[in-house]
């Protein structure tokens, strides 16, 4: 299967707590994108990197990426509990048009 | 305002009805694709199109048609529904005639196949 895994499936933090959610995947690719979700609502895009970055920022975001252990996570700082949603990673491979999805990482945050 | 719509939002059906859902996108974007999402499953592609009579084929396809004739419409065609249909359904653009741009995401469309 092209799909990757991500890791952990379910997490549950305090507010103020940092998440980090990993992403896996097998093949080689052109970028990663990280999206949230809002329970039963459409994805929002987070962060693109792509296959020659290593790192990336947008505000409480950190994306990292290494191509050679063909894995990416996603930190959100001093969370809130507006973040909560489920967070996807997904990426295209060289050649392709289609963006692969992993299954997600459902993140709650405790006030 | 910048968006991606679908219709409807909701739909209960029975096996074998045929359905349209459509997908409409005010920002000119080149491509478009579907995606279904199930519990455990993640958000698999099923079809998507580069541009206006471009289209092709994503992860599954199978028991779904799609059409481009224009380029801000892409609806989705079940045929003959069956309940293994019954899924989350979304709808996404992006500006550039490639999958690697960031995607823009309609709010979903809940099936019911009975």
């Known amino acids: 299967s092209q799909q990757g895994e991500e890791d952990p499936q379910a997490l549950s933090i305090q507010e103020g707590e940092n998440a980090t959610m990993n992403c896996s995947y097998k093949?080689?690719?052109?970028?990663l994108q990280w999206y949230r979700q809002n329970s039963g609502r459409g994805l929002v895009h987070l962060i693109l990197?792509?296959?020659?970055?290593r790192e990336k920022h947008s505000g409480r975001l950190r994306v990292t990426l290494d191509t050679s252990k063909k894995s990416s996570s996603l930190l959100i700082t001093a969370s809130r509990a507006a973040d909560t949603a489920s967070y996807f990673c997904?990426?295209?491979?060289?050649?392709?048009?289609?963006?692969?999805f992993g299954q997600g990482t459902r993140l709650t945050i405790n006030p | 305002e910048a968006q991606v719509t679908q219709n409807p939002r909701y739909l209960i059906t029975v096996t074998g009805k045929k359905l349209t859902v459509t997908c409409s996108q005010n920002?000119?974007?080149?491509?478009m694709s579907w995606y279904r999402q199930d519990p455990g499953l993640g958000l698999r592609q099923i079809y998507y199109?580069?541009?206006?009579?471009?289209?092709d084929k994503g992860d599954v396809p199978e028991g779904y048609k799609v059409s481009r004739k224009e380029k801000r419409n892409f609806p989705l065609i079940l045929e003959s529904p069956s309940p293994n249909q019954t899924s989350l359904y979304f709808c996404?653009?992006?500006?550039?005639?490639?999958?690697?741009?960031?995607?823009?995401f309609g709010p979903g469309t809940r099936l019911l196949v009975l």
């Open positions: 920002m000119n974007h080149e491509y």
């Open positions: 990197i792509r296959s020659n970055e």
């Open positions: 093949t080689s690719i052109n970028n």
């Open positions: 997904a990426r295209t491979l060289p050649g392709a048009q289609k963006l692969v």
């Open positions: 199109s580069m541009n206006v009579e471009v289209t």
């Open positions: 996404a653009s992006s500006l550039g005639a490639r999958a690697r741009e960031t995607q823009y």
